[in-house]
């Protein structure tokens, strides 16, 4: 039963267009959402978080939203660059303010071409 | 900072013997570590959650007596991987939490072969 779904496996992207990562839950006890980055045989790397208490949030390139009523959340990178090809992971967890286990959905393997 | 140091990176070993891996966090205090292990074109899977001076709480189906935890202090927690065999062989990664706030720092991962 997976609680954090990335439906799409794989994503392609010209170089300087927006890249939109997609990831739906099912349990409405989430109320912090995180995505992560990988490269191959590296650990994750933490990129961005959202509040369930808010609806966006904005680092630079990198925006999350959040949609609470859908179960929906996006990650939005624009402009596109190389350097994010990676698999990008939704994670989430139940607690929002120590650190709790964090369930990650399956993974969207983002491919920028130039 | 919030930087995770995993040891070794790399480890083949013979079936049936034992290995450990090694998670410190290099510029903070960890109270919470988790240990998940990742298959080719997964997802990561979490194994164990780990808390300073106390027993791991092992997630469903993992095997405790085969994956031992240990997180004696407040900066290391080793994963030791008993009686390997060919089907433990996987990328193991590390992460760990701070007190305040929810995100969780890995470490670089540990690619285990057992032959």
């Known amino acids: 039963d997976q609680q954090v779904k990335q439906n799409s496996p794989s994503l392609s992207v010209q170089e300087g267009r927006i890249s939109i990562l997609n990831c739906d839950y099912t349990?409405?006890?989430?109320?912090?959402f995180l995505w992560y980055k990988k490269y191959p045989a590296e650990g994750p790397t933490f990129l961005i978080s959202?509040?369930?208490?808010?609806d966006k949030n904005e680092d630079g390139r990198f925006t999350v939203f959040l949609n609470k009523s859908a179960k929906h959340l996006s990650l939005h990178i624009v402009p596109s660059q190389p350097g994010d090809s990676a698999v990008y992971f939704c994670?989430?967890?139940?607690?929002?303010?120590?650190?709790?286990?964090?369930?990650f959905g399956s993974g969207t393997r983002l491919s920028i071409r130039p | 900072g919030a930087v995770v140091s995993q040891h070794p990176s790399r480890v083949i070993c013979k079936s049936g013997t034992s290995v450990k891996i090694e998670c410190r966090s290099l510029d903070f205090q960890a109270t919470t570590m988790f240990w998940y292990r990742q298959f080719p074109k997964q997802s990561l899977m979490l194994m164990a959650t780990?808390?300073?001076?106390?027993?791991?709480?092992?997630e469903q189906g993992v095997e405790k007596d085969k994956f031992l935890i240990n997180h004696a202090s407040l900066t290391l927690s080793t994963l030791t991987v008993t009686s390997a065999h060919p089907e433990d062989s996987s990328f193991y990664i590390c992460?760990?939490?701070?007190?305040?706030?929810?995100?969780?720092?890995f470490g670089p991962g540990t690619r285990l072969t057992v032959l």
């Open positions: 992460s760990a939490g701070r007190q305040a706030g929810v995100e969780q720092f």
């Open positions: 780990s808390n300073e001076g106390s027993k791991a709480t092992y």
């Open positions: 349990n409405s006890m989430f109320d912090y």
């Open positions: 994670a989430a967890s139940p607690v929002g303010s120590s650190a709790s286990k964090i369930i």
């Open positions: 959202i509040s369930s208490i808010k």
